[in-house]
């Protein structure tokens, strides 16, 4: 077969989008036209209910992709199974010249491309990836040492210091759409052809007003106000360019730019140390004997805890796929300090539902609050969720929209009582780690 016949494909997997795609832009300036490509992993959707509602959104955005490129003459090539075995079916379909995606962070992600890598080498086929999905690199905030930060002030200021424009300099992957394959185009999957249902939870819109991102520091605490972005999930998909958001962020929002940094933090710390997916950062912290309840976890997962921040906090979750950043704060600490649960059984539960889910922000999240992460709260930081309700809803606004039975009869008693529940923690945290010490 001619040069002329081969062509690129672009493996979508966290960056559905057109624009300010940088391996996208990297593929579609090769000299080789494009086949747009996303394969439903059944390694990963084999785990997932099938009307998942994150599955949901990919397959909407998919959607929306598919038509803008038939504009152009091209098509999303939607494929189902495990990766390797689509790319050895589509190198008998196709003569490739490259595959082109955007870097992986996690560990799944990174042992499949290489996978994938070394099968098409054996093919002379080249594997090409892009970082797009962060600002920095994986080594590119590093100590005088070159070794990681695994404390967050001081991986900021060294992030802060090190970014330049070009950081932000976008990769224009949208002016060159027409350059891309038109053969074998076919009609869009239905969510039924890939063993899919539609979702009930719909996905919160992009938002990026600058008002919303200049008035953060001011509002982002007071879950009863609608001032956070909601782009976790948008991050997460990369359904917007993270270049545009921490441009946004440089110029109007200092504190709405750190939390970009912490979500930065948290990945290249997953990076560094993979084994934070299954354990704790600071081993002595996997001595704690947890309790381990299974019905107080229930009524935790339910919203039933008697606690009335904690309870509208996972009502919200499971109603919506999504929970306030602060509500997150405090209802992991009540799962890990309250009910002596492992901070893995809350990081599971969250995993499970949440529209922005990341293993990175979720794990680093946990570890936070359990006082096990790299630059956690300290053990003995225990939320008091009542003082948290005076604070952050005293008005009970947020309370009242996700506990229907608030004031009534009808809400549970507390299932622990907050000071005994505190003092069973100290002791508990203060046995394992004693015991680490002292060996």
Same mark, same amino acid.
């Given at each position: 077969m001619g040069t002329n016949r081969k062509i690129n494909i672009f493996w979508f997997r966290r960056d559905l989008r057109l624009d300010d795609n940088h391996a996208l832009y990297r593929a579609l300036n090769s000299g080789y036209k494009v086949v747009f490509l996303f394969i439903f992993d059944t390694n990963i959707t084999r785990t997932l209910p099938a009307d998942d509602?994150?599955?949901?959104f990919i397959y909407n955005q998919?959607?929306?992709?598919?038509?803008?490129?038939?504009?152009?003459?091209?098509?999303?090539?939607?494929?189902?199974?495990?990766?390797? %075995?689509?790319?050895?079916?589509?190198? =008998?379909?196709?003569?490739? $010249?490259?595959?082109?995606?955007?870097?992986?962070?996690?560990?799944?992600?990174? %042992?499949? %491309?290489?996978?994938?890598?070394?099968?098409?080498a054996e093919n002379g086929v080249g594997f090409h990836s892009y970082s797009d999905h962060l600002i920095m690199k994986r080594d590119e905030v590093l100590k005088d040492d070159k070794t990681p930060y695994v404390v967050f002030t001081p991986f900021s200021k060294r992030w802060k210091s090190l970014f330049q424009s070009r950081h932000i300099k976008p990769w224009p992957s949208g002016k060159f759409i027409t350059?891309?394959?038109t053969g074998k185009c076919t009609g869009f999957p239905s969510l039924e052809e890939l063993g899919l249902e539609p979702s009930s939870i719909s996905a919160p819109p992009v938002r990026i007003e600058g008002s919303v991102i200049e008035n953060y520091d001011k509002s982002r605490d007071i879950p009863s106000a609608d001032a956070t972005t909601r782009l976790g999930l948008h991050l997460r998909f990369g359904t917007i360019s993270i270049r545009k958001l921490v441009e946004k962020a440089v110029r109007l929002n200092e504190v709405f730019l750190n939390e970009l940094i912490w979500r930065e933090f948290y990945a290249i710390i997953m990076w560094h140390y993979p084994y934070v997916a299954q354990r704790s950062f600071k081993p002595e912290y996997d001595r704690i004997n947890w309790v381990n309840d299974e019905g107080h976890f229930r009524r935790?997962?339910?919203?039933?805890?008697?606690?009335?921040?904690? %309870?509208?906090?996972?009502?919200?979750? /499971?109603?919506?796929?999504?929970?306030? $950043?602060?509500? =997150?704060?405090?209802t992991a600490s009540f799962l890990t300090k309250h009910l002596l649960t492992d901070w893995r059984w809350g990081e599971a539960y969250f995993a499970g539902k949440l529209f922005d889910y990341e293993?990175?922000? $979720? $794990?680093?999240?946990?570890?936070?609050?359990?006082?096990?992460?790299?630059?956690?709260?300290?053990? +003995?930081?225990? +939320? /008091?969720?009542?003082?948290?309700?005076?604070?952050?809803?005293?008005?009970?606004?947020?309370?009242?929209?996700?506990?229907?039975?608030?004031?009534?009869?009808?809400?549970?008693?507390?299932?622990?009582?907050?000071?005994e529940a505190r003092e069973r923690c100290l002791g508990a945290y203060k046995t394992a780690l004693r015991g680490y010490s002292n060996e």
């Amino acid at each position: 077969m001619g040069t002329n016949r081969k062509i690129n494909i672009f493996w979508f997997r966290r960056d559905l989008r057109l624009d300010d795609n940088h391996a996208l832009y990297r593929a579609l300036n090769s000299g080789y036209k494009v086949v747009f490509l996303f394969i439903f992993d059944t390694n990963i959707t084999r785990t997932l209910p099938a009307d998942d509602h994150r599955l949901s959104f990919i397959y909407n955005q998919l959607r929306e992709l598919h038509h803008k490129l038939k504009k152009d003459g091209g098509c999303m090539l939607i494929r189902q199974g495990v990766p390797l %075995d689509v790319f050895s079916k589509l190198s =008998r379909e196709y003569e490739i $010249n490259a595959v082109y995606c955007n870097t992986d962070h996690e560990q799944y992600g990174i %042992d499949r %491309d290489k996978g994938i890598a070394s099968f098409m080498a054996e093919n002379g086929v080249g594997f090409h990836s892009y970082s797009d999905h962060l600002i920095m690199k994986r080594d590119e905030v590093l100590k005088d040492d070159k070794t990681p930060y695994v404390v967050f002030t001081p991986f900021s200021k060294r992030w802060k210091s090190l970014f330049q424009s070009r950081h932000i300099k976008p990769w224009p992957s949208g002016k060159f759409i027409t350059n891309c394959h038109t053969g074998k185009c076919t009609g869009f999957p239905s969510l039924e052809e890939l063993g899919l249902e539609p979702s009930s939870i719909s996905a919160p819109p992009v938002r990026i007003e600058g008002s919303v991102i200049e008035n953060y520091d001011k509002s982002r605490d007071i879950p009863s106000a609608d001032a956070t972005t909601r782009l976790g999930l948008h991050l997460r998909f990369g359904t917007i360019s993270i270049r545009k958001l921490v441009e946004k962020a440089v110029r109007l929002n200092e504190v709405f730019l750190n939390e970009l940094i912490w979500r930065e933090f948290y990945a290249i710390i997953m990076w560094h140390y993979p084994y934070v997916a299954q354990r704790s950062f600071k081993p002595e912290y996997d001595r704690i004997n947890w309790v381990n309840d299974e019905g107080h976890f229930r009524r935790w997962c339910e919203g039933r805890t008697g606690y009335p921040m904690v %309870d509208a906090g996972m009502r919200q979750l /499971n109603e919506t796929g999504y929970m306030h $950043n602060r509500l =997150r704060m405090i209802t992991a600490s009540f799962l890990t300090k309250h009910l002596l649960t492992d901070w893995r059984w809350g990081e599971a539960y969250f995993a499970g539902k949440l529209f922005d889910y990341e293993l990175s922000s $979720n $794990n680093g999240g946990w570890q936070w609050s359990a006082g096990s992460g790299c630059d956690a709260a300290p053990y +003995f930081r225990i +939320f /008091n969720p009542l003082t948290q309700q005076k604070k952050f809803d005293p008005q009970e606004k947020y309370i009242r929209k996700w506990i229907k039975e608030y004031g009534t009869s009808g809400y549970p008693e507390p299932v622990v009582i907050h000071r005994e529940a505190r003092e069973r923690c100290l002791g508990a945290y203060k046995t394992a780690l004693r015991g680490y010490s002292n060996e």
